[in-house]
């Protein structure tokens, strides 16, 4: 079965990098995602990866994947106020014709000045 | 283009009633997916459409409900209200199905609170 775990906080200066760790169990997933979710609002797309892949760059966003040990992370660098907001990994399962998300419980950021 | 739309944004029941939420997808989108988010917790997710008919069903009791519309058009419908069905719920659209790397984009939510 899948299970998506994640840390629950994380505390940066504004202008350091940030590093959100995410596991999953499920060794079928052939794509991982990254969701963003600002206060009362949905989840913004910020980026994904193919699970054959262990790096993928998008602006100041690195996702690193190491399939072996079933563990994804996300780096932004340069971190912003604008940055502060609870981030969920996403682990894409594909069956009976359907694709479904099954989501860690979310790490909140918080940007200190 | 506008993005997933849902209405409405906020809703408030009591318990036993029957409530309706509707989605629109992105305009080219044939999939619906909803999702479940409690309070601190991730989504959780429950049913997924595509061209009217179900592809995927989450761990929820039958109370739960959905179908799909021929304008690709999504409504959950949930049934005897529980307290514990308080929750945002999210819908998401995806190009299509049942293939590898169906990237979902989620809509803004609607809040439910059930008294």
């Known amino acids: 079965g899948e299970d998506v775990e994640q840390s629950l906080f994380l505390s940066v200066r504004e202008g350091d990098s940030s590093v959100i760790n995410c596991t999953y169990t499920d060794s079928s997933s052939t794509y991982l995602y990254w969701y963003k979710q600002e206060p009362g609002a949905g989840l913004q797309l910020l980026t994904y990866i193919f699970s054959n892949m262990d790096m993928k760059q998008d602006q100041r966003l690195t996702v690193l994947l190491n399939k072996k040990d079933k563990h994804l992370s996300l780096r932004i660098a340069d971190t912003q106020t604008g940055d502060s907001a609870i981030y969920f990994c996403a682990e894409e399962g594909v069956t009976g014709g359907g694709n479904k998300l099954t989501f860690g419980t979310g790490t909140q950021l918080k940007v200190e000045l | 283009d506008a993005g997933v739309t849902q209405s409405p944004t906020h809703l408030i029941k009591t318990r036993g009633q029957h409530v309706t939420l509707r989605c629109s997808p992105i305009?080219?989108?044939?999939?619906v997916s909803w999702y479940q988010q409690v309070l601190g917790q991730g989504p959780q997710f429950i049913f997924q459409?595509?061209?009217?008919?179900?592809?995927g069903r989450g761990n929820f009791p039958d109370r739960f409900s959905a179908r799909q519309f021929p304008n690709y058009s999504s409504e959950l419908n949930v049934n005897a209200l529980l307290l514990g069905d308080s929750a945002l719920y999210l819908c998401?659209?995806?190009?299509?199905?049942?293939?590898?790397?169906?990237?979902?984009?989620f809509g803004p939510g609607t809040r439910l609170l059930v008294l």
């Open positions: 305009s080219g989108h044939k999939s």
């Open positions: 998401a659209s995806s190009l299509d199905a049942g293939m590898i790397q169906e990237t979902q984009y």
């Open positions: 459409y595509y061209e009217k008919e179900e592809r």
